[in-house]
């Protein structure tokens, strides 16, 4: 049904200003309450809800109208704005209502398979498969406008800042490093793809190549990864790249548009310079490169105390060139029963760690299995360099520096979890500097780059590319809020000579370098600008804004854990004809 009326105010918009004004709204019924001679709607739009009033006394056509309204039925109302009998303090518009004088029934809907509320504690699959439904929720919505209001200040702020916003091609080059390639037929190129990009890093150093000077997009990336709770197959990063301009340049002012939306986002006051501290520092204090701050439980070593004690499991690992390291769960010791304790060691084990040693400090001592192999020196050692008292629980993990790292960095998380200590309403902060250039694959058998194979070494690193690889450092950074990477980026190679240079050591040829990456080598002939800039995961930054736990939360449209689609049982398979089209033949293995 189509209305003459034309709407005048949003639903949410409404308070006692408008007292005695005629108002026309038009939105959703939310819920309907019939008292005999008095009829109650609670209508909704993306602003928020407002109570209608049908009275027969006041219109009777309207009031007879209103008997048939169901739930998330679209309506339009005519009606004047009174102040409310009985206040309803739990929504802003709880001081006023509306007495409809006229109804418009703009459409029916049946029942719908979810509750278009924000508690309806159902699958998420399900929400998915009705995400249209789900999106009428207003935590939903909140956070789409949330996105929204984010990504206008990032465009004003750069724009402002002399960033051009530029589009580059979403069909490109497959190439190897980083995750792996969606990739896409070329029909009139039979036998060839195109790839999906993974982000645009090698056009926009080419926008520096061509003077562009500084540029920026919000541009969608395309990842074929596993995923999980940060992590989705199709994401959106703002991108930026900056010419003329070292690590320092390009921190400062991300610093500043971070500042920015904080400020006009979220009304925080976001304290700039951010804390600096280098990759080997965040792995030797938290066991992670992407550290939560909002707490401590800091790792600590106590390899030097126990690489000669009784404790087999310490002295192999230091033997063997790893280390014993431990966390103190200061003044949690008795949140934590054996049973808990055991628990968190099957977490441990999930990062590799084969074990989990522990110590806790009791009214009556030291209570530990390890004791009896450890001797007072040893044990006094330990307690000092854990700062241990009364109250405390020490967690070890002795193996390999990789695999105690990463046990234990994820460990301190999960025990912050499980003690609730974990404040969204805080955020902390940091980069993280100076990250190896590169990693050792052990399935390649070869090195690999940490970032991208793009990455500039510091400059006293450069001789290492050919002596020592892992231990030469990048010009790299990332920004990191409570545990979340949301940025990286890095000083960029602009010399072909040391673009060759780098792709030696990551095991290329000049045939294969020139084949894969010839066109920007190529391009870095004829003049190419010292370089660099940075790409910020929206997803993730809305995310942390929005104090979800899950970017599904934050994107309209977004893909299950196994990348598909409930709504449009994407991916689906194409017919006999496309695929003849494409010169392509589908064989599945069993």
Same mark, same amino acid.
């Given at each position: 049904?189509?209305?003459?009326?034309?709407?005048?105010?949003?639903?949410?918009?409404?308070?006692?200003?408008?007292?005695?004004?005629?108002?026309?709204?038009?939105?959703?019924?939310?819920?309907?309450?019939?008292?005999?001679?008095?009829?109650?709607?609670?209508?909704?739009?993306?602003?928020g809800i407002v109570q209608i009033v049908f009275d027969k006394d006041i219109s009777e056509e309207a009031f007879k109208r209103a008997e048939d309204l169901g739930s998330e039925y679209v309506i339009a109302i005519e009606g004047k704005v009174y102040k409310r009998q009985s206040v309803n303090p739990n929504i802003p518009t709880g001081e006023i209502e509306i007495f409809a004088e006229t109804l418009d029934i703009l459409n029916t809907s049946e029942t719908p398979p979810i509750y278009i509320k924000d508690d309806d504690d159902v699958s998420e699959n399900l929400r998915l498969k009705y995400r249209y439904l789900d999106l009428r929720k207003p935590s939903m919505q909140k956070n789409l406008f949330l996105r929204h209001k984010t990504a206008n200040v990032v465009r004003n702020f750069l724009s402002d800042e002399g960033f051009i916003e530029m589009e580059t091609p979403v069909l490109t080059k497959t190439t190897p490093e980083g995750a792996r390639?969606?990739?896409?037929?070329?029909?009139?190129?039979?036998?060839?793809?195109?790839?999906?990009?993974?982000?645009?890093?090698?056009?926009?150093?080419?926008?520096?190549?061509?003077?562009?000077?500084?540029?920026?997009?919000?541009?969608?990336?395309?990842?074929?990864?596993?995923?999980?709770?940060?992590?989705?197959?199709?994401?959106?990063?703002?991108?930026?790249?900056? %010419?003329?301009?070292?690590?320092?340049?390009?921190?400062?002012?991300?610093?500043?548009?971070?500042?920015?939306?904080?400020?006009?986002?979220?009304?925080?006051?976001?304290?700039?310079?951010?804390?600096?501290?280098t990759y080997k520092e965040a792995m030797e204090r938290y066991g992670s490169d992407k550290p939560d701050l909002r707490f401590s439980f800091e790792l600590f070593d106590v390899s030097e105390a126990v690489k000669d004690s009784q404790f087999k499991v310490f002295t192999s690992a230091v033997a063997g060139g790893g280390s014993v390291r431990g966390?103190?769960?200061?003044?949690?010791?008795?949140?934590?029963?054996?049973?808990?304790?055991?628990?968190?060691?099957?977490?441990?084990?999930?990062?590799?760690?084969?074990?989990?040693a522990w110590i806790k400090i009791t009214e009556d001592g030291v209570t530990s299995p390890i004791a009896k192999f450890l001797s007072e020196e040893e044990m006094d050692s330990i307690l000092r360099i854990a700062d241990a008292t009364k109250g405390d629980l020490l967690l070890f993990v002795a193996d390999n520096n990789n695999v105690v790292f990463d046990s234990l960095g994820h460990l301190r998380v999960e025990a912050a979890k499980r003690l609730g200590i974990l404040n969204k309403d805080e955020y902390k902060a940091l980069w993280v500097t100076e990250f190896p250039l590169f990693e050792y694959d052990e399935e390649e058998n070869r090195f690999v780059a940490k970032h991208h194979p793009?990455? %500039?070494?510091?400059?006293?690193?450069?001789?290492?590319?050919?002596?020592?690889?892992?231990?030469?450092?990048?010009?790299?950074?990332?920004?990191?809020?409570?545990?979340?990477?949301?940025?990286?980026? %890095?000083?960029?190679?602009?010399?072909?000579?040391?673009?060759?240079?780098?792709?030696?050591?990551?095991?290329?040829?000049?045939?294969?370098?020139?084949?894969?990456?010839?066109?920007?080598?190529?391009?870095?002939?004829?003049?190419?600008?010292?370089?660099?800039?940075?790409?910020?995961?929206?997803?993730?930054?809305?995310?942390?804004?929005?104090?979800?736990?899950?970017?599904?939360?934050?994107?309209?449209?977004?893909?299950?854990?196994?990348?598909?689609?409930?709504?449009?049982?994407?991916? %689906?398979?194409?017919?006999?004809?496309?695929?003849?089209?494409?010169?392509i033949e589908v064989k599945i293995e069993k």
């Open positions: 049904m189509t209305t003459k009326l034309k709407r005048s105010h949003m639903c949410g918009t409404l308070n006692e200003a408008q007292i005695d004004e005629a108002v026309t709204l038009m939105g959703w019924v939310q819920k309907r309450r019939d008292l005999g001679g008095l009829i109650f709607v609670d209508m909704r739009d993306r602003t390639d969606y990739l896409v037929p070329s029909r009139v190129n039979p036998g060839k793809f195109y790839a999906l990009p993974q982000s645009p890093q090698l056009f926009k150093q080419l926008l520096m190549v061509s003077g562009m000077d500084r540029y920026f997009q919000i541009v969608k990336c395309f990842r074929d990864e596993d995923l999980r709770a940060d992590r989705q197959p199709e994401f959106t990063q703002i991108d930026c790249e900056m %010419s003329f301009v070292d690590v320092d340049d390009v921190i400062v002012i991300n610093e500043r548009l971070l500042k920015k939306v904080f400020k006009e986002v979220m009304d925080i006051e976001l304290q700039i310079p951010l804390q600096q501290i966390i103190n769960l200061k003044g949690y010791g008795d949140n934590f029963s054996r049973k808990d304790i055991t628990s968190l060691e099957e977490f441990a084990k999930t990062y590799g760690a084969k074990g989990l793009f990455t %500039s070494p510091m400059e006293e690193d450069i001789p290492l590319l050919d002596s020592d690889p892992a231990n030469a450092r990048a010009k790299a950074y990332d920004i990191v809020i409570n545990g979340y990477e949301i940025g990286g980026g %890095s000083i960029r190679i602009s010399s072909s000579e040391l673009q060759q240079k780098m792709f030696k050591a990551l095991g290329f040829s000049e045939e294969e370098a020139w084949e894969k990456f010839g066109f920007l080598l190529d391009a870095f002939k004829y003049g190419t600008p010292p370089h660099g800039g940075i790409a910020f995961g929206l997803d993730r930054l809305i995310m942390i804004l929005a104090k979800e736990d899950n970017i599904r939360q934050v994107i309209a449209f977004p893909k299950t854990q196994n990348a598909t689609c409930p709504l449009t049982n994407a991916p %689906s398979e194409a017919d006999s004809k496309q695929l003849k089209d494409l010169s």
